[in-house]
């Protein structure tokens, strides 16, 4: 019984260790988006949205991170309806920012803002 417990549990590592081996191979960027400062004077959330899909929400002082394939990504930035009253997002369609992302870069950007509206502000990674 001892026996066919371990090896039941070796062969079950196996399996374990085949996605890790095949995902090094995979290229990919890693894209951070940060509203850790205050400068975006809202307490609004913040949709991230990456190609035009809604991809994260950002309250003040979060961030958040995606493994991206390289290449041009698209990022746009708007206001999320929620409970605070002055949330609902404008009538018109914010401007989308394009970054290039390539295989093996670490790139951190933070929200900004400025009169024409929210933007992305690259920023040091400071580990």
Do not use: H
């Not at 609902?88 to 390539?102: E, R, T, W």
């Amino acid at each position: 019984m001892r026996w066919s417990a371990l090896s039941l549990f070796g062969f079950l590592s196996l399996f374990a260790a085949v996605p890790s081996v095949n995902a090094n191979g995979e290229d990919y960027g890693v894209l951070i988006i940060s509203r850790e400062r205050l400068e975006v004077s809202t307490s609004c959330e913040i949709g991230v949205y990456i190609q035009d899909q809604l991809s994260a929400r950002l309250f003040q002082e979060q961030s958040t991170s995606f493994n991206l394939p390289p290449g041009n990504v698209s990022l746009r930035l708007k206001l999320l309806p929620g409970q605070a009253p002055g949330c609902n997002p404008g009538m018109l369609a914010p401007g989308s920012q394009n970054i290039v992302l390539k295989a093996g870069d670490v790139l951190k950007f933070r929200i900004a803002m400025t009169q024409e509206g929210m933007y992305l502000k690259q920023a040091a990674l400071d580990y």
